[in-house]
């Protein structure tokens, strides 16, 4: 299931684009999944585990991608922690729950604002007040309180 943290979270790694510079693995661009977001999100292609071809930027290293899939890329690598999602467009948050569905662990995310998940159903726990909700307006509802 996916988490959110509303607002503040001290303990949330913020700057995600620099995290991602530092802590990438090659390997974790070799991943179909991974191939399938970048492409959707930077419309780009993997050349090898330090270059993508991007149709607005030509080829580029993997560090010059676009900050919203650094974060989708290390919420999928590494579930465990707890990153910053605010610096994702609403162009990621299908990735994002695609990538909650993908594991059989919870993934925690923080956001500082109000991503939009689309028209459809889903469930999304918002852990500030333990309130699972299933569409945009339960969403809305429960974390606008939270978003300062």
């Not at 299931?1 to 995290?19: H, K, R, W």
């Not at 419309?43 to 270059?51: D, R, W």
């Not at 925690?108 to 699972?132: P, Q």
Request: hydrophobic share 40%; with cysteine; charged share 20%.
């Amino acid at each position: 299931m996916l988490n959110i943290v509303y607002g503040d979270m001290p303990e949330a790694i913020f700057n995600t684009s620099l995290y991602f510079d530092n802590t990438y693995y090659d390997s974790w661009l070799y991943d179909d999944f991974a191939k399938e977001m970048i492409k959707s999100v930077d419309k780009a292609e993997v050349l090898s585990g330090q270059a993508i071809n991007s149709k607005a930027l030509g080829v580029i290293p993997a560090t010059k991608m676009s900050g919203g899939l650094k974060t989708l890329l290390l919420i999928y690598n590494q579930p465990e922690k707890v990153f910053n999602a605010s610096t994702c467009g609403d162009n990621c948050a299908k990735w994002i729950l695609k990538i909650a569905d993908k594991t059989d662990k919870d993934i925690t995310i923080n956001l500082r604002h109000i991503m939009n998940f689309g028209e459809g159903k889903f469930s999304i726990k918002i852990l500030n007040n333990d309130t699972v909700v299933h569409d945009m307006s339960e969403l809305v509802r429960y974390a606008g309180f939270y978003i300062v």
